[in-house]
């Protein structure tokens, strides 16, 4: 009688557990979660004439999305790569475009042995606000022109030239 | 009910202990969500992490927590739940190569970092101990070594298993979240940390002395100890406890052995080992004298457990020793209620005890039925399995419900439940002990 009650309860704590991580993983990769929404980041699109409100979202994404590998300075830790030269490449519109593409797509180069993911699931304010934080948080200084949600848009939908897998990168 | 409360109460405390990784996750500052199965297989490598430290808590002997269920019981689960646990951790680096093939590379010990040379320590550490476990018998490795390499292999998972988990640091993204899950880690190796050192300290104060080692039939010994200068310990009869035979408690060989004696005496204690490798080999080696140390009593295989107003005792070989002790006693108890006792072993020269059994015929309302594979010429009592027939003729007829406790080996005890009940003897009529431990 024990054992026949045990294995019930072993089963049901097994099912359990994965029904558990099925849920999870689908509150997450639904945007269920306690993340930004897009209702809420569409309230920061700039309006035509507007200024873009990047600040305290670039922060805040960078803080859940990057800071772990690129760290809190910025400059990288182990094998992560520091991000502090990215404002000299975002001066180009190729360099510009490299870096959008990156975000959105991932990285992996023979140089480093950890491949960086594709974000390509953040929204467009979120990749062009956590991309003006970088360059100007961990740049060297001087003006940059202000990623927007614009830019990160046409490229996702018309980079025709350099989708996943033919990005300037490989 | 006491009982059933506490035994409801520790599962669902540790059902929502089981939740807690999933829901410490979803508290923000949080990542911005994933593709599905990517988020899968992180959850699965979370959840697997805590199933693995839950592990630690059940091999502790925590009376208070094993005792509604029986610590066999509690074992089972060990062993069936950590394979689980093992193949959600299996699945996690899958799904995340799966969604990224260029991840492939963090494989590789020279490539990758920190993170992914942790994670992999771990799953390599997890998917020892479990091949070992598997087959230890097949192979032969010895008890002790097996025991030392398995604890050993367990604490190096759930460190390494802490460490990839801080390091990728993608859900632990704020000092109280690394907080929890380091200090979570902590304290599983703390818990290692008591049960093999702290409780052999305590169990210091407490030693036992060897006061007769005698050699039963059918390779089995009877082990007498004595307490040393405390009141001795109080079991319930069919219970067992964990035996280390050294002069200090801190030795690793040590093995679960049921009490034989009557559970009214404790000046003495009596355990019944049979001959079957390793430890219980060595036995005719143990001199009197010699310091023994005890970790119990154990288990929930006890006639006081299950009251009822008659017994059947069902033994196979060495599956002997609880009911040895239950009728002990019921000796010393004068307690009326009547048993029925159906023996089984190989030969009449194998069977063990048979000559305290016939004593205890005096003093208890008791019926023996022996089984023997392998009679002796002229043997006109049962032979063969304890089957459907034997049953028939053994079993009493009185019309009030017994109580069937079964001990013995595996296939027996299977065989005689199924055979009780298509009798139509109910189920929770019938207890098993499952004695095969380890």
């Known amino acids: 009688m024990r054992h026949l009650l045990a294995n019930i309860v072993t089963y049901s704590i097994a099912l359990l557990l994965f029904i558990g991580a099925v849920l999870f993983a689908r509150m997450r990769s639904s945007q269920y979660t306690l993340t930004y929404q897009s209702a809420v980041l569409a309230a920061y699109e700039p309006t035509p004439g507007g200024e873009f409100r990047w600040r305290q979202i670039g922060a805040e994404t960078y803080t859940r999305n990057c800071r772990s590998c690129h760290s809190a300075d910025g400059r990288g830790w182990d094998e992560y790569p520091g991000v502090e030269g990215a404002d000299s490449i975002a001066r180009t519109a190729e360099g510009r475009a490299r870096l959008i593409d990156i975000h959105i797509h991932g990285l992996a180069t023979d140089g480093s042995p950890v491949p960086m993911p594709g974000m390509g699931h953040l929204h467009d304010v979120e990749v062009a606000a956590v991309l003006n934080h970088i360059v100007e948080e961990f740049g060297t200084g001087g003006s940059v022109e202000t990623f927007t949600p614009e830019e990160v848009r046409r490229r996702r939908a018309g980079g025709n030239d350099s989708g996943p897998g033919t990005h300037p990168a490989k | 009910m006491d009982r059933t409360i506490s035994g409801v109460f520790w599962l669902l405390l540790y059902s929502a202990i089981v939740m807690v990784p999933i829901a410490l996750m979803l508290v923000p500052p949080v990542p911005a969500g994933r593709a599905f199965w990517l988020e899968l297989g992180v959850a699965l490598g979370f959840v697997g992490l805590t199933q693995i430290a839950l592990q630690f808590v059940l091999i502790a002997r925590f009376r208070r927590v094993t005792a509604p269920y029986g610590i066999d019981v509690v074992l089972h689960y060990h062993r069936q739940i950590a394979i689980v646990a093992v193949a959600a951790i299996l699945l996690h680096p899958a799904l995340i190569i799966i969604a990224d093939p260029a991840r492939l590379r963090l494989l590789n010990p020279l490539g990758g970092n920190w993170a992914s040379r942790f994670g992999l320590l771990s799953v390599l550490a997890l998917v020892a101990t479990i091949l ?60 290692v940390v008591m049960l093999r050192v702290l409780n052999p300290i305590l169990q210091r104060n407490r030693a036992w002395r060897v006061t007769e080692v005698r050699e039963e039939r059918g390779d089995t010994w009877s082990l007498s100890l004595a307490p040393v200068d405390h009141d001795g310990l109080r079991f319930a009869p069919g219970q067992f406890a964990w035996v280390k035979i050294a002069d200090t408690p801190f030795t690793i060989e040590e093995h679960p052995f049921s009490f034989t004696s009557s559970a009214e005496r404790s000046d003495v204690v009596v355990f019944g080992i049979k001959e079957l490798g390793d430890f219980s080999s060595r036995m005719s080696r143990v001199a009197v004298g010699a310091t023994a140390f005890l970790d119990g009593p154990h288990g929930a295989f006890s006639m006081d457990r299950y009251q009822a107003p008659g017994y059947v005792f069902i033994a196979g070989g060495v599956g002997i020793t609880p009911f040895l002790s239950m009728l002990k006693t019921m000796a010393d108890r004068g307690d009326p209620r009547p048993v029925t006792l159906i023996y089984a072993d190989r030969s ?86 499952r004695f095969a431990l380890v």
Not at chain 2, 151 to 166: D, E, K, R
Not at chain 2, 360 to 374: A, F, G, H, M, P
Not at chain 2, 377 to 396: C, K, Q, Y
Not at chain 2, 411 to 420: F, K, R, T
């Open chain 2, 132 to 191: 070992m476990s598997l087959l230890r018998e097949r192979f032969r490795l010895r008890y002790e070594y097996w025991r030392a390499a398995h604890l050993g292999l367990g604490v190096v998972a759930i460190v390494a298993a802490q460490t990839h988990v801080s390091l990728a640091g993608l859900y632990t993204n704020t000092a109280w979240k690394q907080a929890i899950w380091i200090g979570m880690a902590a304290v599983m190796v703390g818990l």
């Open chain 2, 348 to 433: 009449w020269d194998a069977v063990a005890f048979r000559d305290e059994l016939d004593v205890l015929r005096e003093r208890v309302r008791l019926e023996i039925t022996y089984v023997l594979e392998d009679p002796p010429e002229g043997w006109e009592g049962e032979e063969g399995m304890v089957t459907a027939e034997v049953l028939e003729r053994s079993l009493p007829r009185d019309g009030y419900k017994r109580m069937y406790l079964l001990c013995g080996p595996p296939p027996m005890m299977d065989a005689v439940q199924s055979a009780l009940l298509e009798r139509g003897v109910p189920r929770r009529h019938i207890q098993l002990e």
